[in-house]
């Protein structure tokens, strides 16, 4: 098992919901900022949403409202629930600590696809 594992990605029809969910090892979870990201083929990754120790979110402005990011400390796992979907949330999602996702050739989850579409 890697040090990022993504989870609770699948298909949905357009205003439906998932949660995603993102195991990581002790010493990715201990940076105070992680986030998720979302890929469309041919575009670059983007952050669409993260979370800190210290209690803040934010979200990009295409998810806002409709999705909320959650951590679980004594797990290690980061979460992501996003509702009302539309066709263009459809992407491949993942997650990483802020300061690692900066890094060239950081390295990535397998990261669950989300395909919303009727």
């Known amino acids: 098992q890697g040090p990022l594992v993504e989870s609770g990605g699948g298909m949905v029809q357009p205003g439906g919901a998932l949660r995603l969910s993102c195991a990581a090892s002790?010493?990715?979870?201990?940076?105070?900022?992680m986030g998720w990201y979302r890929q469309v083929l041919g575009k670059e990754r983007e952050l669409v949403a993260s979370n800190s120790k210290y209690g803040t979110t934010n979200y990009e402005d295409s998810v806002k409202g409709r999705s909320t990011i959650s951590r679980d400390d004594a797990k290690n796992t980061l979460y992501l629930q996003m509702d009302r979907l539309k066709p263009e949330d459809t992407a491949v999602y993942y997650c990483?600590?802020?300061?690692?996702?900066?890094?060239?050739?950081?390295?990535w989850g397998q990261g669950p696809p989300v395909s919303v579409s009727s």
């Open positions: 002790g010493s990715i979870f201990n940076d105070p900022y």
């Open positions: 990483n600590s802020l300061s690692r996702a900066s890094l060239q050739g950081a390295s």
